[in-house]
């Protein structure tokens, strides 16, 4: 079956500008996360979803990143006026259940590199 | 915070060696350990799922252990393979929901 999938998979902007990206995960699974991966650096998780809402947005890194979903389905990732930092790869995964599943396995998209100029 | 770290972060070895991978964490309070590994433009794959119940996986030429209270996993590979080349990632569940991911080891296998 089909996996997670992000779009786009690149995306290039000005300093300043907003960005939106997007995450389909994979039928059916209620779970949904967003990372972030600057170069040389590990994922950072930024938030989680389970359904459509966000019981955990610990990580967003500032009032600038937002993040929604509808229908228990596609997610929107949203950079308002970015900053040179925000140049990294997004990652998106889903998984089955989410809350408290030991046997819960996270499966991943490609990602979107962004580049700040 | 939950903290995890990866040795070594690179690693070369000739075709056909068998190979360690380690992974610690500073906190044993979790639901369950993935190793995944990453290749170049690509996203992450999973390749192993321990829960916190279990002390090993197996999948293949892969094998996981895991020692919740040491805060220790290892990702052995036998009869290693060119294409098993790429950035291998542990990563730890916790009650947040969310996983704690390492720096990763890079992976290189020599023909």
């Known amino acids: 079956g089909a996996g997670v999938s992000q779009s786009p998979s690149n995306k290039v902007t000005e300093k300043g500008k907003d960005v939106e990206l997007r995450c389909d995960p994979i039928?059916?699974?209620?779970?949904l996360y967003w990372y972030r991966q600057r170069l040389g650096q590990g994922l950072e998780f930024l938030i989680y979803?389970?359904?459509?809402?966000?019981?955990?947005k610990s990580g967003l890194p500032s009032d600038r990143f937002s993040a929604e979903r509808t229908g228990g389905s596609v997610s929107t990732l949203t950079i308002q006026r970015t900053q040179q930092e925000d140049s990294a790869v997004y990652l998106c995964?889903?998984?089955?259940?989410?809350?408290?599943?030991?046997?819960?396995?996270?499966?991943f998209g490609p990602g979107t590199r962004l580049t700040v100029l | 915070k939950q903290e995890v770290t990866q040795i070594p972060a690179a690693l070369s070895v000739p075709e056909g060696e068998n190979l360690v991978l380690n992974c610690s964490f500073t906190?044993?309070?979790?639901?369950?350990l993935q190793w995944f590994r990453q290749d170049p433009g690509k996203g992450l794959t999973s390749l192993l799922l321990?829960?916190?119940?279990?002390r090993e996986q197996t999948s293949g030429r892969l094998n996981a252990s895991l020692d919740k209270s040491s805060g220790r996993s290892t990702l052995y590979i036998a009869a290693s393979q060119p294409g098993d080349s790429a950035t291998y990632l542990c990563a730890v569940k916790t009650g947040a929901n969310n996983l704690f991911f390492g720096t990763g080891t890079r992976l290189t296998v020599i023909p």
């Open positions: 321990i829960q916190s119940s279990q």
């Open positions: 906190d044993s309070a979790i639901y369950n």
């Open positions: 979803f389970q359904g459509n809402s966000a019981p955990d």
């Open positions: 039928s059916g699974h209620t779970a």
């Open positions: 995964a889903s998984s089955q259940i989410g809350t408290g599943a030991s046997t819960d396995t996270q499966y």
